[in-house]
């Protein structure tokens, strides 16, 4: 009996699951960040805007907004078949920032989105991860209409240390938004190596 040729399958490697946050200042666009990457449909905790809201909500800026994320939204993303991210996304509204210390629990590290139309509103994200040790990349959204400014002159104004990464990006495009992980990943890893990070359990 003539058998033919067999394929051998490579053998099913578990996946390291990592976890990696989303925050920033209220409307950057954390919501399409996971949105435009996951690869899963994303868990998503958003509300409409109300009128009672209004005294505590600053919309400078973001005055078109109607929907505000009042918890957290979720994404997975599979960066290579042995390497999945799971992506939460802070609320980023003051009134909510209670909940981020439970995100935070087990997270390897952090993206900080900024728009520079509001840098101000990046500064108590970026206290938080420095505070506690967690390791975070600034990523810029280049929003249409914003004006743009070097990547130098906006590392200054934000006052970042120099191991901090900053880039550009599109949040509401794929590989933009993957070429951010790959990064906070990439910069996690490598302070975990020398022995300065501390992931938060």
């Not at 600034?138 to 906006?154: I, L, T, Y």
């Not at 240390?161 to 910069?187: F, T, W």
């Amino acid at each position: 009996m003539a058998f033919g040729r067999s394929s051998r399958k490579k053998p099913y490697v578990e996946p390291v699951t990592l976890k990696i946050l989303v925050a920033g200042g209220f409307g950057v666009g954390k919501t399409t960040l996971v949105g435009a990457v996951s690869e899963i449909r994303p868990l998503r905790t958003e509300e409409i805007l109300s009128e009672a809201g209004r005294p505590v909500d600053d919309l400078h800026g973001v005055e078109a907004k109607t929907t505000t994320t009042v918890a957290m939204d979720f994404g997975r993303i599979t960066l290579r078949e042995d390497l999945v991210l799971y992506l939460f996304g802070t609320p980023g509204q003051d009134r909510f920032w209670f909940l981020w210390d439970e995100l935070a629990q087990g997270a390897l590290g952090a993206v900080v989105l900024a728009d520079t139309r509001r840098l101000e509103d990046s500064f108590a994200a970026i206290d938080y991860f420095e505070r506690r040790g967690i390791p975070f990349t600034v990523a810029v959204n280049c929003f249409e209409g914003a004006r743009r400014f070097p990547a130098e002159s906006v590392r200054g104004a934000l006052d970042l240390d120099p191991e901090v990464e900053l880039l550009m990006c599109d949040a509401r495009d794929r590989e933009s938004v993957k070429n951010i992980l790959v990064a906070v990943v990439e910069h996690a890893l490598v302070l975990a190596d020398r022995g300065h990070a501390t992931v938060t359990s």
